[in-house]
């Protein structure tokens, strides 16, 4: 099977270096290329990132010798390099969409991992001059066709990020508040087994019906299909 060429863009930052590691071995993936600012260009990944790896989990050796790429000035030579490339910048939205058109110009696809929930500016500005065609007032175009539309786009990855705050929660012992799972094993650890079986069914049936319902929500708005 063949193996897609790509690339991370921003690969030095938390959100990039997460990418490298899940593109490890990957069946499908191969990782190609890096970009990053332009005080990382020319330096090997390793060199670049060795002082501030942020990953509990060791970074993948493959990826180490790979020279970093300069994400905004060499983004013709990383679009001759892959298939399709990851961004994972963090910047201000404005020029992270700047960014993002300036390797889709390069007719390279863009997998972002920041625009996601644009919302209500990737609903066609054509969409408001129509309302204003037809006489209505801001409010109205806002409540009836732009707010319509934004919901729609926005409902999968709110779903994604609610479901993933629902299993984080366990995070909260970190900082010594005890949640239900800390309570578990707290009880588990006096001999009882039911406490964390039951915390593990509460958790199971808890995002299984927040997925059902999302799933439900996003096939009642696809009113295209």
């Known amino acids: 099977m063949k193996r897609y060429q790509v690339g991370i863009i921003g690969g ?40 501030r790896w942020a990953l509990d989990i060791p970074c993948p050796e493959a ?12 983004a013709e030579k990383l679009a001759g390099m892959v298939d399709f490339c990851f961004c994972a910048v963090d910047m201000k939205k404005d020029e992270i969409r700047a960014l993002e058109e300036a390797y889709a ?3 390279i696809p863009v997998v972002s991992n920041n625009s ?23 409010s109205q175009i806002f409540f009836k066709v732009t707010l319509l539309q934004v919901v729609k786009r926005i409902l999968p990855p ?20 005890k949640d239900i799972i800390m309570m578990a094993k ?18 199971l049936v808890f995002v299984g019906a927040l997925t059902l319902l999302f799933g439900w929500l996003e096939k009642r708005l696809d009113y295209f299909k």
């Not at 001999?191 to 958790?203: E, H, K, R």
């Open 116 to 138: 996601a929930c644009r919302g209500i500016e990737d609903v066609p500005k054509g969409q408001t001059e129509a309302g204003q065609v037809l006489g209505m007032t801001k």
């Open 158 to 177: 709110m779903g994604n990020e609610i479901i993933t705050l629902v299993k984080d929660t366990s995070l909260a012992n970190v900082i010594a508040n």
């Open 186 to 203: 707290e009880y588990s650890a006096k001999g009882l087994i039911w406490p964390l079986f039951s915390t593990a069914v509460f958790f």
């Open 12 to 51: 030095t930052g938390m959100v990039g270096q997460r990418f490298v590691t899940l593109l490890e071995n990957h069946p499908w993936f191969q990782l190609t290329a890096i970009a990053a600012s332009a005080r990382s260009a020319g330096k090997s990944y390793w060199e670049a990132v060795c002082d």
């Open 63 to 74: 990826a180490k010798s790979l020279t970093v790429l300069d994400a905004e000035a060499d």
């Open 105 to 107: 110009k390069h007719e």
